[in-house]
C-alpha cells in the first residue's frame, strides 16, 4: 500500500510520473491572479508563528473549522493563536476527501519539512517546528516567494488603492526575482445601489487621480487616468467578480443619469444597476483593449450568504458560494459587443458553477481572432473548484471543445504565502491526465511534444499571453 502523500502521489502512469518529475516539477510558478498583500511583500513581512501565515485569513479553513463544530472565537474571534491552531489540527482527521486535507499537509511538507500527521496529538511538535523555521530570515514574505520560485505576483486592487506598495517595491532595489504587479478591480464601481459605498470610493478615486468627479466624463477620466498609473507600474491585468455580465443595454445619457442620482445619495433600482454595470464593463474592455491588457472576468459567486458572520466579521469570511445564475446570453453579447467595435482584449473566463463549464469552454471559441494563440481563456477550476475533481472537469471541458496546449495553467487565488503547493497539485493532476491518455493509446508517446506541452501550461504559455515583464534569472 503507497503511503500517504508519496513522491507520486496521483501520478497513476509512467508517463506521468516522468513528465511531473522531469518537466513539470521544476518549473517557476507565474501567479497571475492571487490576493496576496502587497504591503506584505514590500515590508519583507517576518510572521509571529503558524498560526498567523496558515490561518489568518484562509476562508477554506475557516469553514471546516465552522462545519466541524468549532466556536467562531477560535477561528475569526479573540483566542489566542496557539488555540487557533491547535483547534485547527484537532479537526485535520476529519478532513479526509476534502482538498484540505491534502493542501494542509503538503504546506507542512514542502515549506518545513514537517511530515508528521496534522492532529491534536502532533500539534505542539508542529508548532515547535515550524515555528522555529519561521524565525529565521529564510521565512519572510520574500523568502518565501523566492524559494517557491515564483516568477510572477499580480496582485489584486482597485483603482482608488494608492499603490504605495507597490511602488515602494519597484523602487526599492530588492534583490528579490519575483515581480509583483498590480491588477485593477473595481468592484465598488458597481455599488450604484449603495450611495454611501459608492460615494465614498468615488470620492477616493477623485484624490487619486487629481480631479472632482461630479459627472460621468470626470469618472470616466479618473478611471483612465488610475488604468495609465497601473500600466507606468507594469500592470496589465484586471479583473471583475460579477454574479453574471448583466443581460441589459445602456446609453451614455441613461449612464449620466444613473451616477447623478447615485452621487446623490439615491440608490439605483436593480434595473439602474444592470444598466450601469453594463455600460462599465463595456468602457473598462475599451480600457483594457486600449493598453493591450488582459481582462479577467470571475462569474458565478453568490456571496456574503450569512447575515450574521457578515456583520461580525466582514466580507471574505467564509460565506460565500456557488451561484446558479444565467452566463450565456449576456456573456455573449458582451464579448460580442467589444468584438464588433474592435475592442475585445484578451479574456480569461472563471465560472464557478461546474455546471458551466461546458458554457464556457464553448464560448471562449466564438472570440477567438488569430491575433494571440489563445486570446479567450477558459480559466483554471476557481475557489470552489480548485481541487481533484474540479480542476479536471475544466480540463477536460477545455480539451474536449478549445485547445488544452494554449491554456496558461494555475494561479493561486489565495491571500496565503503557503498556498503554492496548489501550483503542484495542478501539475500532478496534469501530468495524470496526460500520462493515462498516453498510456491508453489516445496521445502519441512522442517525448518531445509532450515535455513541450507540460512545461507550457505549467509555466510559459503564461509567460507568454501576458506580455508581463519577469526576471531574466528564471
Known sequence: MPSFLHDDFLLTTETARRLYHDVAKAQPIYDYHCHLPPDQIAADKQFRNLAEIWLGGDHYKWRAMRAAGVNEDLITGSASDYDKFLAFCRIVPQLVRNPLHHWSHLELRRYFGIELLINEANAPKIWELANAQLATSAFTTQGILTACKVAVVCTTDDPADSLEHHVAIAKSGSTLKTRVYPTYRADKLMAVAAPVVFNAWADLLAARAGLEIASLPALLEALDRRHAFFHSLGGRLSDHGLESIPDADCTEAEAAAIFTQTR??????????????????????????????????????????????????????????????????????????????????????????????????????????????????????????????????????????????????????????????????FRRLLCKLIGEDVEAGLIPADDAALTKLISDISYANAAGYFGLEISKDW
Open 264 to 425: 446623490t445619495g439615491r440608490a439605483a433600482t436593480s434595473e439602474q444597476s444592470a444598466k450601469w454595470m453594463w455600460f462599465i464593463m463595456l468602457f473598462l474592455g475599451r480600457l483594457d483593449a486600449k493598453r493591450g491588457w488582459t481582462k479577467q472576468l470571475h462569474l458565478g459567486a453568490l456571496r456574503n450568504n450569512n447575515t450574521r458572520l457578515l456583520k461580525r466579521c466582514g466580507a471574505d469570511a467564509g460565506v460565500d458560494s456557488i451561484g446558479d445564475f444565467p452566463q450565456a446570453r449576456a456573456l455573449s453579447r458582451y464579448l460580442d459587443t467589444l468584438d464588433r467595435e474592435d475592442a475585445l482584449p484578451k479574456v480569461v473566463l472563471y465560472n464557478l458553477n461546474p455546471a458551466d463549464n461546458y458554457v464556457f469552454a464553448a464560448m471562449i471559441g466564438n472570440f477567438q481572432d488569430g491575433s494571440v494563440a489563445g486570446k479567450i481563456q477558459f480559466g483554471s477550476g476557481w475557489w470552489f473548484l480548485d481541487q481533484k475533481e474540479g480542476m479536471e472537469l475544466q480540463l477536460n471541458a477545455l480539451s474536449a471543445l478549445g485547445l488544452l496546449s494554449k491554456f496558461v495553467g494555475m494561479l493561486t487565488d489565495s491571500r496565503s504565502f503557503l498556498s503554492y503547493p496548489r501550483h503542484e497539485y
